[in-house]
């Protein structure tokens, strides 16, 4: 029962997420329908950000266990916060369930396997130098953020969210990107 | 079917190597283009379905960051996979972000997503399969092929399919041509052979044999097959030429009756024979017709008995032709059955026996002639078997012994041989039968009224056709007369000879007496005188008469001796008178006139009583005189002096003697006493002549009875003789 339900909710989980990618997506290929729901920028980092934990390898000692919870972290009062709960409840990736944490401290970037950070946030850079050669992947939407050691970056490319990755930066901190994912990327300009 | 009954073997050949090669090849193909149609077919689906995992694969990222342009990208590397016609790609509410068509491609996308799998249609495959990654599903990826390929590659196929059969047909085809040549071409000889054979019947014609497989080993048992009725032929013809060559030299006639059609096939000879012309069409109703009148019935009852039996038939009859005499024939067949015992068929044999029933005819005419001159042959005719078991006599024969022919028959008849004579006919007559001689045998057959007669026997051997003994052919004649003539003859033989040995006797006599007896005296007469005359010449008278009385009694001996020839010449000449004569009274005379001529003489002489016979009364009278005398003459020195003339019956008969007590002789000198002239006393002591004796044996052996002398040295002597009972008549022999 207990599985089933979980399966239930997984599979909720990942309609939902599905339906905001969907929305976020047509939000901004098909400005013109106005009849359609618009989504929220944040909606789709957050789709984004949870899409991206499945297109990247973490080292084996990332994890505790290998159903150990998968941790994205984001700053108290980062707008996708809202969203990101949203978007993560029920998820698992690769066995492991995801989990949101607020950041209360830098130390706290130390549990995280993913820590996002939304423009413009004066932390940004500290958090970043926290997580350097860490396998903690940094994904952001600010200027520069790629420079200052982050991971991935959302780039607004009207109609849509384009994405660059910092394949140097992946590799200081351990961590592997798809084929396809790095594909995406470089078609980003 | 039709077609294999009827078609050459190369055709055969060819076909089935044909039909092998296509079923083969076709059994192969369908199954290499089913193989290979389903296993393009899957390769095909699975190429498919690994380029739209693949793609699906390469396009999660595209939709999980609901890149378009990244979308269309995945999509055009479709293109270079031309079964796929179109693709699209869907978002995780089913709505397409993306698609691809290839360029000249009908096909097109849905607007929404189908469910995942595959669908078939037509020439058209959908494969739909999930994009996601880490368990995610962003989407689904519609990829659409072309699968005409797969028709087009079956079309392909088959057209190969049938260029390679048709190539592959014409190589087996050549091939099949050449390769079935080699067991054809040998086929084709013997068939041919074989054709040879049935249409000319040579079978001399041989098969060369090309190989040494089973059709060379066919070849030979084929050639030998036709070797061996080869030779077979040969000695059927040969056998059956010496069959028609053997009923040709026999003069056989050959027919054969078929019942169920009524016909009669006939040979030359038997056409010959029933003289009908060569080939003429003969039935039953024919050949009756061809049977004498008369014999017609007999011959139709015995073909019809034969019929209705197992037996073979034979019968003689005459024929219906115009010749005559009548021509006879023989026939011989034999009944040939059906399995119900119907006569179905008749064959056998006519002999023309024409001349050898003339030739029996003649026999029984000679038998018959034989019988005839037989029976009224005054000699005894018989015939015997070669074991001498006699099977026939004639009348007179039967006749002169009186018994019957059954009496007779076999041995029968040696009932009436005596047994000496038979036992000497068997011996002689047994020998010749050994060597199939004639013979000639004398022997004694009894006769009808008892007497034994003589009988000469001749039998010559008769010989059967075959040139075997088949015994004896005799005749007998009875020969009595003449054997009784014989017997006389004989014994005039006998008395002439008897005579004649007298006469040669008397001729040595006469010889001796004229070179001794007679010169005695001679010479005394010559000594004498010419003594006297020397006396007369010296003048003494007295002496010269003394000479000459002596001369005198020398000249008077020799006038006895003279007077003695003469009467044995007399008495050898005489003929017998024969009469009865009584001897005892002869005796009493002789001894009475002896008694009155020396009466000093005291003799006792005893005279038998009544002793007669059959004799010459003067001649008997000499012999008795001679020995009675001699008896007288040689007691004279007995004081008592003893004679007795008697006769005792002796089993050869009645013997007369002369017994005396007188001077007797030397038994040595006994066979002297009988020969003329010769004295076994010298004058001194008896006088006398020597022919007393000589004249007694001389007339009682002219009686032809016999004289013998017993006694010793001065025991007397007994003198015996015979006279036969009765003398016959000397006057029936002549004299030589």
């Not at chain 1, 909720?12 to 939000?27: D, M, Q, T």
């Not at chain 2, 018989?382 to 039967?398: G, H, I, Q, V």
């Not at chain 2, 002219?702 to 009765?726: M, N, V």
Request: net charge neutral.
């Amino acid at each position: 029962m207990a599985i089933l339900s979980r399966r239930f909710r997984q599979s909720l989980a990942g309609l939902l997420l599905l339906c905001v990618a969907g929305l976020g997506w047509r939000a901004i290929t098909s400005p013109a329908a106005g009849a359609l729901p618009v989504v929220t920028v944040e909606a789709v980092h957050a789709a984004f950000t949870l899409n991206l934990t499945r297109f990247i390898t973490w080292p084996p000692n990332a994890f505790a266990a290998a159903n150990a919870p998968l941790v994205i972290g984001t700053f108290p009062r980062d707008p996708v916060n809202a969203e990101l709960d949203v978007a993560a409840r029920g998820e698992v990736v690769n066995g492991h369930p995801v989990r949101t944490l607020r950041l209360q401290s830098l130390d706290d970037a130390g549990k995280c396997h993913v820590v996002f950070v939304s423009a413009p946030n004066p932390r940004q850079a500290a958090l970043l130098q926290q997580v350097a050669h860490r396998p903690i992947l940094a994904i952001g939407d600010g200027d520069g953020f790629l420079e200052l050691g982050g991971h991935v970056r959302f780039v607004p490319q009207p109609p849509r969210i384009g994405l660059r990755i910092s394949v140097e930066n992946l590799k200081a901190s351990g961590l592997e990107a798809r084929a396809q994912l790095l594909r995406l990327a470089a078609s980003t300009p | 079917m039709n077609f294999f009954q009827h078609a050459p073997l190369r055709q055969k050949l060819t076909a089935l190597t044909m039909v092998c090669s296509v079923v083969a090849l076709l059994t192969t193909a369908v199954a290499l283009g089913v193989y290979e149609f389903f296993f393009y077919q899957r390769t095909m689906f699975q190429q498919l379905e690994t380029l739209s995992s693949i793609t699906a694969r390469n396009s999660g990222a595209a939709l999980a960051f609901a890149n378009t342009e990244d979308a269309r990208r995945v999509l055009a590397a479709l293109d270079a996979e031309p079964a796929v016609a179109a693709a699209a790609l869907y978002d995780a509410t089913g709505t397409k972000i993306a698609d691809y068509r290839r360029r000249g491609a009908a096909s097109s996308t849905p607007p929404q997503a189908p469910p995942d799998g595959l669908v078939r249609a037509g020439t058209e495959l959908d494969i739909a399969v999930p994009v996601s990654e880490a368990t995610k599903r962003f989407g689904t990826l519609l990829v659409r092929a072309d699968v005409s390929a797969i028709g087009q590659r079956v079309a392909a196929y088959i057209m190969v399919l049938i260029g390679t059969t048709l190539v592959s047909g014409m190589l087996a085809l050549l091939l099949t041509g050449w390769l079935s040549n080699r067991i054809v071409a040998p086929v084709q000889a013997l068939v041919t052979a074989a054709t040879g054979v049935k249409t000319t019947t040579d079978y001399s014609i041989r098969v060369p044999k090309a190989e040494d497989d089973e059709l060379g080993a066919l070849t030979d048992a084929f050639n030998e097959m036709l070797a061996r009725i080869q030779q077979n032929e040969a000695d059927l013809y040969r056998s059956a030429e010496r069959f028609r060559l053997a009923i040709e030299a026999a003069k056989i006639g050959t027919w054969d009756w078929n019942l169920v059609r009524n016909e009669i096939e006939w040979n030359d000879r038997n056409c010959e024979i029933f003289g009908v012309p060569l080939g003429t069409r003969v039935n039953s109703e024919l050949f009756l017709s061809l049977v004498h009148d008369d014999d017609r019935p007999r011959v139709k009852a015995a073909i019809e008995s034969a019929a209705h039996s197992t037996a073979d038939f034979s019968i003689e009859f005459r024929l219906q032709r115009p010749e005559r005499p009548p021509h006879y024939a023989f026939a011989r067949g034999l009944f040939l059955k059906s399995s119900a015992g119907d006569p179905l068929r008749a064959v056998g044999v006519t002999i023309d026996i024409t001349e050898r029933r003339g030739a029996e005819l003649r026999i029984i005419e000679s038998e018959t002639r034989f019988r005839a001159v037989a029976e009224r042959a005054p000699a005894l005719i018989w015939s015997c078997e070669p074991a001498l078991k006699r099977d026939y006599f004639n009348k007179t024969w039967l006749n002169f012994t009186g018994r019957t022919v059954e009496q007779e028959h076999g041995t029968g008849w040696q009932a009436g041989v005596p047994e000496a004579d038979l036992y000497r006919w068997k011996e002689i007559v047994g020998g010749a039968a050994a060597q199939r001689d004639p013979y000639s045998i004398e022997y004694r057959l009894r006769r009808a009224d008892g007497a034994l007669r003589w009988m000469v026997e001749t039998g010559s051997p008769r010989t059967a056709a075959d040139g075997s003994f088949a015994g004896y052919l005799g005749s007998c004649i009875d020969i009595t007369a003449r054997k009784e003539n014989e017997a006389e003859l004989e014994a005039h033989v006998r008395t002439r000879t008897r005579e004649l040995e007298v006469a040669n006797q008397e001729l040595e006599t006469f010889s001796y007496s004229v070179s001794h007896d007679l010169r005695g005296p001679v010479r005394a007469i010559q000594g004498f005188a010419e003594i006297a005359i020397e006396e007369c010449q010296a003048k003494n008278p007295e002496a010269a008469i003394e000479r000459l009385t002596r001369v005198v009694k020398a000249a008077e001996r020799m006038n006895k001796l003279i007077d003695a020839f003469i009467s044995m010449a007399r008495i050898s000449r005489a003929e017998l008178k024969i009469e009865e004569v009584d001897l005892s009274r002869m005796a009493d005379e002789i001894f009475g006139f002896l008694r009155s001529a020396n009466p000093d003489r005291r003799v006792e002489a005893i005279v038998a009583r009544d002793l007669r016979c059959r004799g010459d009364d003067r001649l008997l009278r000499i012999a008795l005189e001679n020995l009675i005398g001699n008896a007288w003459k040689f007691t004279s020195k007995q004081e008592a002096a003893r004679i007795e003339f008697a006769a005792e019956n002796r089993p050869e008969g009645r013997v007369f003697y002369v017994r005396d007590n007188g001077a007797g002789f030397d038994c040595a000198l006994a066979h002297k006493l009988f020969q003329a002239f010769e004295r076994l006393h010298h004058n001194s002591q008896f006088e006398g002549l020597g022919v007393g004796l000589s004249t007694v044996q001389r007339v009682i052996a002219k009686h032809e009875g016999r004289i013998w002398a017993e006694g010793a040295e001065g025991r007397g002597a007994t003198f015996y003789f015979t006279l036969p009972d009765r003398p016959r008549a000397s006057s029936s022999v002549k004299a030589a």
